[in-house]
């Protein structure tokens, strides 16, 4: 079973060597990730662009996905499903090349919501951020990602509130509120 810090250079690894537009593969052939922008084209057709980007977080791997797409697009029905699939193209192309990399598995399970936010840019054309949170299987020794806990007070800090008299400046002509002290 790889360690923490073996999955996670592994999977950096694949992101930083496999995943920009126009980077080839061993044998000099494009990469093909899945993404939009790897679709022939017609001379007349604008460009798509499109990409990926992953951020860690204790055991959590989060896929971030950007797209431009047309207003049609996203008055879709399947939208929110073609995202959702995009999503899970990436992650199997992650766990395919990171066992090409690195000849372990690392498994990647869906936690929560795919959270996604549409902006326009124009009448015509839009810009969509997706992301997916995945809890990455394996990786011992890691403490979950939660609620942050309050961290304990040292006893000095706790000392040094205790000296607070809770004192009026003689020049503060203000009413007393109900819960303050004389």
Not at 104 to 118: E, H, P, Q, R, Y
Request: a negative charge.
């Amino acid at each position: 079973m790889p360690s923490v810090s073996e999955i996670i250079n592994g999977i950096s690894t694949v992101i930083s060597t496999r995943t920009f537009d126009g980077a080839l593969d061993d044998e000099s052939n494009p990469v093909a990730i899945g993404l939009k922008r790897e679709e022939d084209i017609e001379i007349r057709d604008m460009r798509v662009m499109d990409g990926f980007s992953v951020t860690f977080a204790g055991n959590h791997l989060k896929i971030n996905y950007q797209s431009e797409c047309t207003l049609k697009e996203v008055s879709d029905p399947k939208f929110e499903n073609d995202l959702s699939q995009m999503l899970e193209t990436i992650s199997s192309y992650l766990k395919k090349e990171y066992r090409k990399q690195t000849k372990s598995t690392f498994s990647l399970t869906k936690k929560g919501d795919l959270k996604a936010i549409v902006q326009n840019l124009s009448r015509t054309r839009s810009w969509v951020q997706a992301s997916q949170e995945y809890e990455i299987g394996g990786m011992d020794g890691v403490e979950p990602v939660g609620e942050p806990q309050e961290p304990e007070r040292n006893k000095d800090v706790d000392n040094w509130l205790a000296l607070d008299t809770n004192k009026k400046p003689k020049n503060d002509k203000r009413k007393k509120s109900d819960g303050e002290k004389e």
